[in-house]
C-alpha cells in the first residue's frame, strides 16, 4: 500500500506537470480573434484583462505579433471611422437643424435688443 | 406539415440568436465637468447665503450614459449639477444650508468622423430642470416629541435641542442645444468639448415645500452659453 501511494504521489509529480506549450499559439487566442472580426469593442468588459494578457503574450512570444497586434487596432480603427464618416437617413437633416438652432442663438446674444437698451430710447 | 414548423422555429431561433450575438451594442459612459455662468439673484442679493465662487457658481458635475441606437446616432442621459453648501446665517437662526440646481439632459445626438480619430456631434434635446433648497431647522415641538418616546423607553435624561431637514423643490423644463468635438485616445477612450446654449423655463414662483407652494429664489437661468469637457469611456 505504502509502495503504492508513493507511486501515485510520484507521478501526480512527474506526469501532471507536463503542458503542451508547443500547440499555443498567443495571437490566435480566441479574444483575439473576436477583436480582429469584430471590433476591440466586442470584447466583453469582464474578459478585458484577459484580452490585454493576451496581447502582451502575441507581442512578446510571436516573431510578427507585434504587427499583428498594430493591424488589430487599426482594422477597428478603419471599422469605426468608416460607420461613421458620412451621414445615414435623417441624421444630416438633424444636425443642420442643431447648427442652425445654435448659430441663430449666438447671433440673438450678439445682435438682440431689449427693452431698456440704448436702441429704445 | 409538423416538421415544417419545427423548422421555421428552428431558423427564427437562429436569426435572433445570430442578431443578438453579432450586434455591437455601444453603450458609453461619461464624466466630466461643465461651466456656465447664471444669475442667481436670490442668493447673490442676501448676505445670509454662503458667499459665491466658482465652484458654487460657474462649475457644473457632469456624467452621462448613451447608447448608440443607430448608425450616426445615439440617445442618453446627461445630468449636470450645480451645488452649494455652507451655512446660512439669518437673525434667529443660523443652519446648515444645500443648493442643489440639476438640469437633466435626455440627449438626440447625431455625429459623424472627419477623421478615423475626430467626430463632431451635434445634440438638440428637451431638459428637466430640479431645484432643491434643503436647511437644517430646530422645530421646538419636534424636542417634546422625542422626550416623550424617550421617557417611554425609560430614559431619564432628556435633550432640549434637536435639528430636522426639509426641502422645498421645483421642477421646470426647457430645451438645450450643443455641438461637440470628440477626441478618441483609443477606440474605447474619449476626450469630449460641447460648446452649447442652455434655455430654462424657470419661474420663481410655485416651489414646493411640505406640500405648500411658495415663492422661491429669483434665478436667472434662460439663454445659458454652457460649455462641457468630459472623458468618454465606451462599455461596448
Known amino acids: 500500500m505504502r509502495i503504492f501511494l508513493s507511486l501515485l504521489l510520484l507521478f501526480q509529480f512527474t506526469a ?19 477583436a480582429r472580426v469584430k471590433g476591440v469593442k466586442a470584447v466583453p468588459l469582464k474578459d478585458i484583462r484577459k484580452f490585454r494578457k493576451a496581447l502582451r503574450k502575441c507581442k512578446v512570444s510571436q516573431k510578427d505579433g507585434e504587427k499583428k497586434v498594430s493591424e488589430i487596432f487599426e482594422a477597428d480603427w478603419k ?18 437643424l442643431v447648427f442652425m438652432t445654435l448659430v441663430y442663438y449666438y447671433i440673438g446674444m450678439i445682435y438682440a435688443t431689449e427693452p431698456g437698451d440704448p436702441e429704445y430710447d | 406539415m409538423k416538421s415544417q414548423k419545427y423548422n421555421l422555429i428552428f431558423v ?8 443578438v450575438v453579432n ?8 464624466l466630466g465637468l461643465g461651466l456656465y455662468q447664471p444669475t442667481l439673484e436670490g442668493f447673490d442679493e442676501n448676505d445670509a447665503f ?32 450645480s451645488l452649494e453648501t455652507g451655512q446660512v446665517k439669518f437673525v434667529n437662526f443660523d443652519g446648515a444650508f444645500t443648493r442643489n440646481i440639476n438640469y437633466r439632459i435626455f440627449a438626440l445626438e447625431t455625429f459623424f468622423r472627419w477623421r478615423p480619430r475626430i467626430e463632431f456631434n451635434f445634440t438638440l434635446s428637451p431638459v428637466w430642470g430640479k431645484g432643491v433648497i434643503k436647511m437644517d431647522t430646530e ?45 478618441y485616445l483609443s477606440s474605447r477612450v474619449a476626450v469630449d468639448l460641447k460648446s452649447g446654449f442652455l434655455n430654462n423655463n424657470y419661474q420663481e414662483k410655485d416651489w414646493i415645500l411640505n406640500n405648500t ?23 461596448r
Open chain 2, 213 to 235: 407652494k411658495v415663492t422661491g429664489p429669483k434665478l436667472k437661468i434662460d439663454e445659458l452659453p454652457i460649455f462641457t469637457l468630459k472623458i468618454i469611456y465606451g462599455l
Open chain 2, 23 to 30: 450586434s455591437q451594442p455601444k453603450l458609453s459612459f461619461d
Open chain 1, 16 to 34: 501532471s506537470q507536463e503542458i503542451d506549450n508547443q500547440s499555443y499559439n498567443p495571437c490566435e487566442d480566441p479574444l483575439l480573434k473576436l
Open chain 1, 79 to 96: 471599422r469605426d471611422y468608416k460607420s461613421a464618416m458620412i451621414f445615414s437617413s435623417w441624421t444630416s437633416t438633424y444636425s443642420i
Open chain 2, 50 to 81: 454662503p458667499s459665491k465662487n466658482v465652484f458654487n457658481r460657474n462649475l457644473l458635475l457632469n456624467y452621462g450614459i448613451y447608447y448608440e441606437f443607430f448608425s450616426n446616432a445615439r440617445i442618453g442621459y446627461n445630468s449636470l449639477s
Open chain 2, 139 to 183: 422645530p421646538e415641538e419636534s424636542v417634546v416629541d422625542w422626550n416623550e418616546l424617550l421617557a417611554s423607553f425609560g430614559n431619564t435624561d432628556f435633550i432640549n435641542k434637536i435639528g430636522s431637514t426639509n426641502s422645498m423643490v421645483k421642477n421646470w423644463v426647457g430645451y438645450a442645444g450643443i455641438i461637440g468635438l470628440r477626441y
Open chain 2, 12 to 19: 427564427f431561433v437562429l436569426v435572433f440568436v445570430n442578431n
